[in-house]
């Protein structure tokens, strides 16, 4: 939905598409993991979705990836119940 400006309220934001280049290097380097499926999704979610996500979505990625990836994947796959504050971005990954 957007809002008089023209910009989508929530967590993806058109606006944030032209993501600073050493920020999304960056991005796709801390998201690389040992489990080579939550290597996949990652990469393809920060692909598709990272520089559109607002500051709350992009804060909520961050406190994924500082997450055990066991314990990442589980809430990835729906094995474990994600945090509330992660939920959105929850959502897209297993949308990837």
Excluded at 74 to 93: H, K, N, Q, S, W
Aim: proline residues 5%; aromatic residues 6%; hydrophobic residues 45%.
């Amino acid at each position: 939905m957007a809002d008089g400006r023209g910009r989508t309220q929530g967590l993806l934001d058109p606006q944030h598409r032209d993501a600073n280049p050493a920020l999304m290097k960056r991005v796709r380097w801390r998201a690389r993991r040992g489990l080579l499926e939550l290597d996949i999704v990652l990469a393809r979610f920060v692909e598709r979705h990272y520089a559109e996500l607002d500051e709350a979505g992009r804060a909520a990625f961050d406190a994924l990836l500082d997450m055990p990836d066991t314990e990442l994947w589980d809430m990835i796959t729906g094995r474990a119940a994600p945090r509330a504050e992660c939920r959105p971005v929850l959502e897209l990954l297993q949308g990837v």
